[in-house]
């Protein structure tokens, strides 16, 4: 029987660096023999909650179709990284009770830059519309972002760098003895 | 890296015995040492699906996320089973065409039952409350169902046994060696 595989759920505000954290993290777990899937948030917009808006019911019901198919895939040994802004705590804790309950593990991993350093960077000039008004409901800025209590990592990704972001979410995994041990054999 | 999966795509209406059947496979599977996963049409239309109707429109979205889902668990290595009634013809290419497209296998089903002998067991007397007019869009009744016209398998629900059905399955699975072969050590 195939073992089962773990959630990496990304959670913080936009810009705040989970992308790019979840796309390291991923390139590191493939390279360690790991069956990695990384759901983006657009592609899932896209394919499976086309038509939700960005209100809280639709951000929940967007977040919760992530965590099912999240659960699907893990509970079939396959390791999952999720990158949503998933603004909301008890929608993540609800989405963690799901995974966890069907045997896989839940990792919740905080990309904690804050708003005034999301903003400074606006790589994408997302805060810049929101500030004039342009984007309505943006978190962080009119809407709510809820960090969580308990994340298993949190990322200081405002001021560290990403190297050491990476290094803390891989030495974690290490001390849950997630990682697959790269095998010279198979 | 893991082998590349397979989806076997049950279609067919309502009463036709693509669940029944569905869960046979998935036992017979199971026990073959394949990860198997159902994405059951009730479960997704919970999950993935809630607001969605039976309109064109929402059958069609509805059909694209299960296979939308199918594909992120097959290209993991994950047997995939669906059993939704998937009505449309151009829907079930499409499916097609991004499952094969990521380097899946895609085994269409047909549970070719007809509306006739769906009708006669009516097991869960759907078809009584259609032909009343207490269920609008009923497949078969007043809305369409398009037949494949070249699936894999054919399996004739209204006249053949189940054991006869799944033994077609298993012969097709094993002409195109997708099983699994049940090895002594692992």
């Given at each position: 029987?195939?073992d089962?595989?773990?959630?990496?759920?990304?959670?913080?505000?936009?810009?705040?660096?989970?992308?790019?954290l979840?796309?390291?993290?991923?390139?590191?777990?493939?390279?360690?023999?790991?069956?990695?899937?990384?759901?983006?948030?657009?592609?899932?917009?896209?394919?499976?909650?086309a038509?939700?808006?960005?209100?809280?019911e639709?951000?929940?019901?967007?977040?919760l179709?992530?965590?099912?198919v999240?659960?699907?895939?893990?509970?079939?040994?396959?390791?999952v990284?999720?990158?949503?802004i998933?603004?909301y705590?008890?929608?993540?804790e609800?989405?963690r009770?799901?995974?966890?309950?069907d045997?896989?593990?839940?990792?919740?991993?905080?990309?904690a830059?804050?708003?005034?350093?999301?903003?400074?960077?606006?790589?994408?000039?997302?805060y810049?519309?929101?500030r004039a008004g342009?984007?309505?409901?943006?978190?962080?800025?009119?809407?709510?972002?809820?960090?969580?209590?308990?994340?298993e990592?949190?990322?200081?990704?405002?001021?560290?760098?990403?190297?050491?972001?990476?290094?803390r979410?891989?030495?974690?995994?290490?001390?849950?003895?997630?990682?697959?041990?790269a095998?010279?054999?198979?």
């Amino acid at each position: 029987m195939t073992d089962k595989g773990f959630v990496l759920w990304f959670t913080g505000l936009s810009g705040s660096g989970k992308s790019t954290l979840a796309d390291a993290v991923c390139e590191f777990l493939t390279e360690r023999g790991h069956q990695v899937e990384t759901l983006d948030g657009d592609v899932v917009r896209t394919n499976l909650s086309a038509g939700l808006g960005f209100g809280k019911e639709d951000r929940d019901t967007n977040v919760l179709r992530i965590g099912f198919v999240a659960n699907l895939l893990a509970r079939n040994g396959v390791t999952v990284i999720t990158a949503a802004i998933s603004p909301y705590r008890a929608i993540r804790e609800q989405t963690r009770a799901l995974i966890e309950g069907d045997g896989s593990t839940f990792v919740e991993i905080h990309a904690a830059a804050t708003v005034e350093q999301c903003e400074r960077r606006d790589v994408k000039g997302l805060y810049a519309k929101a500030r004039a008004g342009e984007l309505k409901g943006f978190t962080g800025i009119d809407d709510p972002y809820e960090p969580p209590l308990e994340a298993e990592v949190v990322c200081q990704t405002g001021t560290e760098s990403m190297e050491d972001s990476l290094h803390r979410i891989v030495s974690y995994l290490e001390s849950q003895k997630l990682l697959k041990v790269a095998s010279v054999t198979r």
